[in-house]
Nanobody, 120 residues
Framework: QVQVVESGGGLVQAGGSLRLSCAASGRTFSRYAMGWFRQAPGKEREFVAAISWSGGIADYAGSVKGRFTISRDNAKNTVYLQMNSLKPADTAVYYC?????????????WGQGLQVTVSS
């Protein structure tokens, strides 16, 4: 069983930055595609960013492209989400997901989520 734990959330003013971290247990972390999702109050969970197992390919939602950067350090079993130029619309619970199943386009493992609040 893989455990996924997010850290780094909090309160920030609009225009500020935060870096989220996601640590995943397991010796096969380096084989996993990883993703970040978020869920704002009253809305469905939405895709934010994803990164391939090697880190060579990254994908972003249009709403965060150019502001957020996903990266990973396989030696540390950790994925990062650098969030810059934050907007109040980025306020949400952010979730890290591990091990993308290409056949179903769903992730096998999820973290508990952490709150990111951007004040205006």
């Amino acid at each position: 069983q893989v455990q996924v734990v997010e850290s780094g959330g909090g309160l920030v003013q609009a225009g500020g930055s935060l870096r989220l971290s996601c640590a995943a247990s397991g010796r096969t972390f380096s084989r996993y595609a990883m993703g970040w999702f978020r869920q704002a109050p009253g809305k469905e969970r939405e895709f934010v960013a994803a990164i391939s197992w090697s880190g060579g390919i990254a994908d972003y939602a249009g709403s965060v492209k150019g502001r957020f950067t996903i990266s990973r350090d396989n030696a540390k079993n950790t994925v990062y989400l650098q969030m810059n130029s934050l907007k109040p619309a980025d306020t949400a619970v952010y979730y890290c997901a591990a091990d993308l199943d290409i056949a179903t386009m769903s992730y096998h493992y999820w973290g508990q989520g952490l709150q990111v609040t951007v004040s205006s």
